[in-house]
């Protein structure tokens, strides 16, 4: 199957990526100029260059691909820009289920959160029950907009949606929100324990990007949500296994809620103002986040998708000790290829320069289209900026031509940073 992925470079998304390449699936991930591409590189998929906020490279990355997996999302909970949390998590949503009808593709998975539900009226969470009247962060809030958007979409225009709701996500690589606490409380960086009578639902990693796959693979269920998650503990209770793996003392006081109020309504203006993040990343959607109760049944992927849940201690285990990843590779590529549509330069040897248009390019080389290509074996400089005069540029040698372009393989090192290369 070809799969189009969004957020394949954030926490969930590099552990689902690294599962798929265990299967024959050909894997397209979306990647922003900015992102930290290195681990997908290695894993020789192919990087499509845009944003979901950018509806022409959704439209092409998902050209022929039967699966859409969508997990970008701003997944904070502060902003000094709160406007980031509607351009992603709703407009880019709306643009991801729209390209999908327009490239009708098979089926769409859409990443969401059990956050949607707020505050339901009876606890635990179930894929059934309705959401409660109040979002306790704008990541929540504009979450569940965005899935309103796909809901609607599937309602009145027949998007093959399925959708999974992870609980609060643990594991190996996790720089968010729970990641930075964990390693805050492992390294003695907070004064205090807070919110500890609150009762929390978590997951490993591994698990959520394990369901996505399989709802993605079952037949007949086009419609139907997915609650993933099992372990309901209190933040005491998690904090003591922290405690435990790590050998970290934890701290002897504990922060009362109404101090954990007032010291957000205090941080979160004088971030706000600073532009950096709350001291103690204690802002008010994190404080009105962390005193609720978020209770949820994720039994559902147990029954009809045969997933066995890892426990929270394994999952924290391999947060705080990162166990060696097998490296699979897609198709025994050594690099990952980019798929993009820029005009570059061309300087053939003896020759005078032209314009090409860039379509594909790895640390090996690129294809280029063209309407009059070079002679295989000829020498050529590539610019990858306005003018070749200027850096940056790559030296490589027409490898192969075709009726409508030419392969050029790159030489003397190749070229190293791809994003930063074709941003310019």
């Keep these: 199957m070809k799969i189009f992925i969004t957020g394949s470079t954030g926490f969930i998304g590099t552990h689902l990526v690294r599962r798929l390449v265990q299967k024959e699936h050909e894997l397209v991930c979306l990647v922003r100029p900015t992102s930290k591409?290195?681990?997908?590189?290695?894993?020789?998929?192919?990087?499509?260059?845009?944003?979901?906020?950018?509806?022409?490279?959704?439209?092409?990355?998902?050209?022929?691909?039967?699966?859409?997996?969508?997990?970008?999302?701003?997944?904070?909970?502060?902003?000094?820009?709160?406007?980031?949390?509607?351009?992603?998590?709703?407009?880019?949503?709306?643009?991801?289920?729209?390209?999908?009808?327009?490239?009708?593709?098979?089926?769409?998975?859409?990443?969401?959160?059990?956050?949607?539900?707020?505050?339901?009226?009876?606890?635990?969470?179930?894929?059934?029950?309705?959401?409660?009247?109040?979002?306790?962060?704008?990541?929540?809030?504009?979450?569940?907009?965005?899935?309103?958007?796909?809901?609607?979409?599937?309602?009145?225009?027949?998007?093959?949606?399925?959708?999974?709701y992870p609980a609060i996500v643990c594991g190996p690589g996790n720089t968010r929100y729970g990641g930075r606490y964990v390693q805050d409380l492992i390294h003695k960086r907070l004064p205090a324990q807070a919110f500890v009578g609150s009762i929390k639902t978590f997951v490993h990693v591994k698990d959520v990007a394990?369901?996505?796959?399989?709802?993605?693979?079952?037949?007949?269920?086009?419609?139907?949500?997915?609650?993933?998650?099992?372990?309901?503990?209190?933040?005491?209770?998690?904090?003591?296994?922290?405690?435990?793996?790590?050998?970290?003392?934890?701290?002897?006081?504990?922060?009362?809620?109404?101090?954990?109020?007032?010291?957000?309504?205090?941080?979160?203006?004088?971030?706000?103002?600073?532009?950096?993040?709350?001291?103690?990343?204690?802002?008010?959607d994190t404080v009105s986040t962390m005193a609720e109760d978020c209770k949820a049944d994720g039994s559902k992927v147990e029954k009809e998708l045969g997933i066995t849940y890892m426990s929270i201690r394994q999952a924290l285990e391999d947060e705080i000790h990162p166990p060696k990843e097998i490296q699979y590779s897609y198709m025994h590529r050594r690099y990952s290829r980019f798929r993009v549509s820029k005009k570059i330069m061309i300087q053939p040897e003896d020759m005078e320069q032209k314009v090409v248009l860039l379509k594909d390019i790895s640390r090996g080389g690129l294809y280029a289209e063209t309407d009059k290509p070079l002679r295989e074996g000829m020498n050529v400089s590539t610019g990858f900026s306005e003018g070749i005069e200027r850096f940056p540029m790559v030296r490589g040698k027409v490898l192969r031509k075709t009726d409508k372009g030419m392969a050029v393989k790159f030489v003397a090192g190749g070229a190293d940073n791809i994003p930063d290369l074709i941003s310019h």
Aim: include cysteine; charged fraction near 25%.
């Design 210 to 284: 394990e369901a996505i796959v399989r709802v993605a693979q079952k037949k007949d269920n086009i419609g139907e949500k997915y609650i993933v998650g099992k372990h309901m503990i209190s933040i005491n209770e998690f904090n003591k296994i922290i405690s435990e793996i790590s050998g970290t003392e934890l701290p002897g006081l504990s922060l009362p809620l109404w101090l954990a109020r007032l010291n957000a309504s205090i941080l979160t203006p004088l971030a706000d103002l600073t532009g950096r993040q709350p001291l103690w990343g204690l802002s008010r």
């Design 37 to 164: 591409v290195d681990e997908l590189e290695g894993l020789g998929v192919t990087l499509m260059l845009g944003d979901v906020t950018d509806k022409q490279s959704l439209l092409e990355g998902m050209r022929g691909c039967g699966w859409v997996l969508n997990l970008a999302n701003v997944y904070t909970l502060w902003e000094k820009n709160r406007d980031i949390y509607r351009k992603v998590n709703v407009e880019g949503t709306r643009n991801v289920m729209e390209c999908a009808l327009e490239n009708r593709v098979e089926k769409i998975v859409h990443v969401s959160t059990v956050g949607v539900w707020g505050k339901p009226a009876k606890w635990p969470i179930t894929e059934g029950m309705e959401v409660g009247s109040e979002r306790f962060s704008e990541y929540a809030k504009t979450k569940y907009e965005g899935d309103l958007i796909a809901w609607d979409l599937m309602r009145t225009r027949g998007l093959p949606l399925v959708m999974i």
